[in-house]
């Protein structure tokens, strides 16, 4: 934080728009790690505001889901939402398909979290083509995970191994520890909800 705040000043001084984006971008970042919402609003705002003054859309964008985030994590689902569509309208304008999966993986989270998962599951769905696509494949797997959870969400359990099983096998080919923990979570709630609870239980303990 003290790299950011030194940096800050400096930019500041100089009056370099494109560089303060990256700076608040950096600080916004850190608080909301630190759960310090309010300050993180305000850095993310202040990106956003620049962005706009210098009229430069991806950074407009990327301020817009962070701010989403940032909702997110307060619990404000329709300003979240609201956010990321945003968000994801201004990167179809632009053809970013990196930034498009995760505009739509964040608003397929949110509609999860409300229990809308016909919307959830039309998000993490062009999420995970839109990731195919372009062979991002952190986003390919984060997607299929979150589709395989909401199938076992939704009672259909007859889905979810083809997104769990080939998540699980893409995480660990990529030597992703977060995103093979990820697999095995949601794949041991899979066999909990089936009453498989040795599966379940050989999972956890992985």
Do not use: P
């Not at 700076?23 to 956003?48: D, K, M, P, T, V």
């Not at 909401?150 to 191994?161: D, E, F, P, R, S």
């Amino acid at each position: 934080m003290e790299y950011y705040l030194k940096a800050l000043e400096l930019r500041e001084e100089s009056e370099d728009g494109r560089a303060l984006i990256y700076i608040y971008s950096g600080i916004g970042s850190i608080y909301r790690y630190q759960n310090n919402y309010e300050l993180a609003l305000e850095s993310f705002n202040n990106c956003l505001s620049i962005s706009e003054e210098l009229d430069l859309k991806n950074e407009i964008a990327y301020s817009k889901y962070n701010i989403g985030l940032v909702h997110d994590d307060l619990q404000d689902y329709e300003k979240a939402l609201s956010y990321f569509q945003e968000s994801l309208e201004i990167r179809r304008a632009i053809n970013e398909k990196n930034g498009m999966a995760s505009s739509e993986e964040a608003l397929g989270e949110t509609y999860s979290t409300l229990g809308d998962y016909e919307k959830a599951l039309h998000h993490h769905l062009e999420a995970l083509a839109i990731a195919t696509e372009i062979d991002n494949k952190w986003s390919v797997i984060s997607a299929l995970i979150s589709i395989g959870n909401i199938y076992t969400k939704t009672g259909q359990y007859g889905k979810v191994l083809q997104y769990l099983d080939r998540a699980m096998e893409m995480a660990m080919e990529i030597n992703s520890r977060t995103l093979t923990k990820r697999s095995y979570i949601n794949l041991s709630v899979y066999y909990e909800a089936i009453d498989a609870y040795e599966s379940a239980l050989d999972l956890s303990l992985i």
